[in-house]
């Protein structure tokens, strides 16, 4: 394989399995840390240029769970890869001058978490938190860091960036010069993928944690998975599209408040990782974004030798890590109605962002004159496989919304689900997280229904 990593082109036979964070240290990088080795910390954090319509397109990635085929045709940036010759850049130098660097453990991370933010984001309407929500500093508490992040940040705000931002910053010394040059390199190393026989590989945010190998991987954003797209009807998502990239998606967010809703899944480097399809047939039964695409009625495409099979999503989960799967199909595509209704995403977990539910539920519907149409709630963590309450929605269809209406399905919700005691809690108390999160729906849409409930 062939990638750049930092100024200099690299021709690897390396296995696609090795861990990036491995490669790099091995190779005398060790501004790149390990951790905790889950992605969660950000210590090993490097940033991952891909090319798009003749730009690059930077992510601050987390390199311990990043199998290094999946930087077949990059730019791998690590922090050795943006200090200047001579000197500190600004960013560097600003954490230096606010004492945001204690042990030094973690600063590197900080680096690049910052250098995506001002290399892609728009300042004026991106909140610097979501850059660094994926890093963790035990020494320095954060307000140094913020400080320092926001040095750096009304510097570059006063830069024209009309050549491009990457001009910009190189002209201003974020950047060295080398990454004017990036561009092209990435052009001749550019390659076709086909479809062939494997491991079929999504995000990789759960599989490489445990340091396991896939036998001849083969990465599905590779293979064309990774598009969002519609057409009159539906708005279609690759099962290789990353959770950010849903988060983000405009066609989405007209409909919902998906912007927000699905900032509660992990943190933004895993998101940027992580896979809509990995999600799904990952088969957790508390999968955030399966949870939320079960609420949308989401449909799923599995293709087999180019033979199409196309069913409801709710109906793929037989069984704890049991799918309606055949050997060699892939899941191909979501597609959810083009549709405006109400959606609402609620989700309890020992840490408010940044981590695995204990329950999560959503719930769609469409209102008229105050009567419930097509509602469709799912629940996840009360049951083997992330749930859709079927009689509840059956329940609810066509009837007038009032408390006691709510309080009947929530009844009706409890005889559905079937929890177990396990370290994220007991039976009775996920009943009862569910029951709130209901409830928490219904007040969302609602309001004057949270005195009665």
Known sequence: MKFVLNR??????????????????????????????????????????????????????NSCILPLGKVEGKHVVTVEGVNLVERLNPVQQAIFDEG?????????????????????????????????????????????????????????????DSRGRIQALVEAEFLPKYFLEIPKMLEQIQTTHEIKKGTYVAG???????????????????????????????????????????????????????AKHLSRVSTLPIRQQATAGGNVVNASPIGDLTIYFLALD??????????????????????????????????????IKKEKKFLSFEKVAKRMYMDIASVNSALSLKMEDNTIKEPHLSGGGVAPIPKYLEKTCQYLEGKELTAELVKEAVKIADS??????????????????????????????????????
């Open 8 to 61: 200099e082109l690299v021709e690897s036979d390396v296995s696609p399995n090795e861990h990036t964070l491995d490669f790099l240290r091995k190779r005398g990088l060790t501004g790149v840390k390990e951790g905790c080795h889950e992605g969660d910390c950000g210590a090993c954090m490097v940033l991952v240029g891909e090319l798009v319509e003749g730009k690059v397109r930077y992510r601050a990635i």
């Open 204 to 258: 990789g945010t759960d599989l490489f944690v445990h340091r396991q190998k896939a036998e001849n991987p083969v990465f599905l954003a590779d293979l064309g998975f990774d598009k969002i797209w519609s057409d009159e009807e539906y708005i279609f998502i690759g099962s290789a599209v990353d959770i950010e990239s849903i988060r983000k998606s405009e066609e989405l967010n007209d409909l919902y408040d998906s």
């Open 100 to 160: 945001g660097s204690q042990c030094g453990y973690c600063t590197p991370g900080f680096v690049m978490a910052l250098m995506a933010y001002f290399l892609n984001e728009d300042l004026k309407n991106t909140d610097i938190m979501i850059a660094i929500e994926g890093n963790i500093c035990r020494c320095t508490g954060y307000n140094s860091i913020l400080r320092a992040a926001n040095i750096a940040k009304k510097k570059i705000e006063s830069l024209d």
């Open 416 to 453: 559905e689900i079937s929890p177990i005691d396990d370290v994220r809690g007991s039976a009775k108390y996920k009943r009862l997280l569910l029951r709130q999160l209901i409830y928490a729906h219904f007040i969302t849409l609602k309001p004057e229904l949270e005195v009665a409930l």
């Open 298 to 335: 989401a449909d799923i495409s599995l293709l087999l030798d180019k033979q199409r099979r196309i069913m409801k999503l709710k109906d793929f989960f037989k069984g704890y890590k049991v799918l309606d799967l055949k050997e060699g199909e892939i899941l191909e595509w979501f597609r």
